[in-house]
């Protein structure tokens, strides 16, 4: 339930990010396969500064949003209709473990799963010096996409394979630890979706034709009572509130440019709150009580957390302390991604 991590030395002055999976720790720990899709709940963290560490940490998570949460189980539902169209017709070489499993960001998919941090205890050799646990298969999904011609021609037996990260825009770049470009879960969704109308409701422009010896809008102009309060409340009606409270393309103008916006806006895309969720921020210095910082708990979806620590102080390291509850997932306390 408590778990004990330690980052790399981060060089004094400098900015590093580390990367956390629950679940992948929580089967190491206990020697179970935990899947990834989980929304964590995590009862809180504390980071320590005992080698002298000065600086801010964010903890950074998953958005807690209604589109972060649609992302990911569409992107899993497509993945997942992928693998059994191909298994179809060979259905016995399934693997056992198979997982939809996925990168937070841009940053971690260029660092890869090997970077993420792993838990640690004390060594009963060596005058109790600090071991780490070792890992076993923990890889990255792919998606398998048929080549198109520019012409729009299916190329027969050619495709290419992607990875897929969370948050951000699609195709950050061939990740060095992998060798693959990757996906977004967020923009793929977007893309994949209907947009608002450009006004709800799209009013005739009848509706405040109500005066006169022969209004079209006769229903409006039965009520007429000598005054123009319906023909005003109308137009109320018709230029106000009648736009999403969000920003969309082709629909809500961008103050900057005085244009419509011509790309997705989803939150955590490429847009729009790029990337992930502030969870907490930390400034830590060395005369923090005790020298532990407290941050708070909360759920994380995937178990993926971000940690990026700016080091203002001397070259050290971070040790973080992750406490989860109990509860009746195989133990702990969360829920399937499905259900967030």
Same mark, same amino acid.
């Given at each position: ?51 002298? *560490? ?125 060798? *693959? ?35 079209? #809008? ?5 009520? #007429? ?22 920003? *969309? ?21 490429? #847009? ?8 907490? *921020? ?59």
């Amino acid at each position: 339930m408590t778990l004990l991590l330690r980052t790399p030395t981060v060089s004094a002055g400098s900015t590093s990010s580390f990367f956390v999976d629950l679940s992948q720790i929580t089967s190491l720990v206990n020697r179970r396969f935990y899947r990834q899709g989980i929304n964590w709940a995590v009862a809180g963290i504390k980071i320590q500064n005992a080698s002298g *560490f000065e600086g801010s940490v964010y903890t950074m998570k998953l958005p807690n949003t209604w589109t972060m949460a649609n992302s990911w189980e569409k992107s899993m539902r497509t993945w997942m209709r992928m693998n059994n169209e191909a298994l179809a017709e060979a259905p016995s070489v399934r693997p056992r473990f198979l997982d939809f499993k996925i990168y937070a960001n841009a940053r971690h998919h260029q660092a890869g799963y090997a970077s993420n941090l792993l838990p640690i205890t004390l060594s009963n050799a060596a005058g109790f010096a600090v071991a780490t646990a070792k890992v076993g298969e923990w890889e990255a999904s792919k998606a398998s996409i048929p080549l198109v011609s520019p012409a729009g021609a299916f190329l027969p037996g050619e495709t290419i394979e992607r990875e897929f990260i969370a948050t951000g825009a699609n195709y950050p770049g061939v990740s060095i630890a992998s060798g *693959f470009d990757a996906l977004s879960l967020v923009e793929g969704y977007a893309a994949s979706r209907g947009l608002p109308n450009v006004v709800d409701p799209n009013t005739p422009g009848d509706a405040l034709d109500i005066g006169g010896g022969s209004p079209e #809008n006769w229903m409006s102009a039965i009520f #007429n009572e000598g005054t123009d309060q319906d023909s005003d409340v109308i137009e109320d009606m018709i230029t106000e509130n009648n736009l999403a409270p969000y920003p *969309f393309e082709n629909g809500t103008i961008d103050p900057i440019t005085g244009l419509p916006y011509t790309d997705t806006q989803y939150p955590g895309g490429a #847009n729009q709150l790029n990337g992930l969720e502030i969870h907490d *921020f930390s400034f830590i210095t060395g005369t923090t009580v005790g020298g532990t910082t407290r941050v708070k708990g909360g759920n994380f979806p995937c178990g993926l957390i971000e940690f990026v620590v700016l080091n203002s102080g001397i070259t050290s390291n971070v040790v973080l302390t992750i406490d989860l509850i109990p509860g009746n997932h195989r133990g702990y306390l969360c829920e399937p991604m499905t259900e967030m």
